[in-house]
């Protein structure tokens, strides 16, 4: 089964306020990490990485945070807008890539105006 | 430059038969995976193709094949299909191989398996 989860299959946020998506990992080997958001009818659009050597890393209106001793990760979208409605997947790297990417199930993040 | 191609777009095809997908990586990416993408299991990696080898592979049964031409385009193909294959296929190119290099997808293939 999937190691690398979401907690929430929906998350329903007001139009500009700050969203946050979790997600847990259970292979501390695992060395990279992805946030990856997917809109309808298209494939999985890169959003923000970070390695494990790592615990925050910022983006254009996101930030990721890698807590090892939980082994969670945490996508901030700052500011969210109709824009950002879409499914969020993480995804790690086992095995330095043996295994390609192992993705969580994904979070549905809903904008509401 | 152009992103991630893949063709066909949509497939419908019957139980038994075979099907191959293509996909067309960014200029210069010489790294090319495939992913399922079910609504039950999610995102599942099948295999990687770099420098026209396959160097991972995952927990695909057999049916699952690949391969990849000289100028980095590959191929999925499919044999014997079943009603569970039915999925949207999708492939990722990077620059180099393994998964800690930043992929980029394509749209997919939605097949459809009746």
């Known amino acids: 089964g999937e190691s690398v989860g979401l907690h929430l299959p929906t998350l329903s946020v007001q139009e500009g306020d700050n969203s946050i998506i979790n997600c847990a990992y259970s292979?501390?080997?695992?060395?990279?990490f992805i946030w990856y958001k997917q809109e309808s009818g298209k494939g999985p659009q890169f959003i923000i990485d970070?390695?494990?050597?790592?615990d925050k890393r910022q983006g254009q209106r996101v930030t990721v945070l890698l807590n090892k001793t939980v082994k969670h990760l945490s996508l901030q979208i700052a500011a969210t807008q109709p824009g950002d409605s879409a499914v969020y997947f993480c995804?790690?790297?086992?095995?330095?890539?043996?295994?390609?990417?192992?993705f969580g199930k994904g979070t549905h993040l809903i904008i509401q105006p | 430059k152009a992103g991630v191609t893949q063709t066909p777009r949509y497939l419908i095809k019957t139980r038994g038969q075979q099907v191959t997908l293509s996909c067309s990586p960014i200029?210069?990416?010489?790294?090319v995976s495939w992913y399922q993408q079910t609504p039950g299991q999610g995102l599942q990696f099948l295999f990687e193709?770099?420098?026209?080898?396959?160097?991972n592979k995952g927990n695909f049964p057999g049916r699952f094949s690949g391969r990849q031409f000289s100028n980095s385009r590959s191929e999925m193909n499919v044999s014997t299909l079943e009603l569970g294959d039915s999925a949207l296929y999708l492939c990722?190119?990077?620059?180099?191989?393994?998964?800690?290099?930043?992929?980029?997808f394509g749209p997919g293939t939605r097949l459809t398996v009746l």
């Open positions: 292979n501390s080997a695992s060395d990279y």
């Open positions: 193709y770099f420098s026209e080898t396959q160097r």
């Open positions: 990722a190119s990077s620059l180099q191989t393994g998964s800690d290099n930043e992929q980029f």
């Open positions: 200029s210069g990416h010489r790294s």
């Open positions: 995804a790690e790297n086992r095995r330095g890539g043996a295994d390609g990417l192992t």
């Open positions: 970070i390695r494990s050597n790592m």
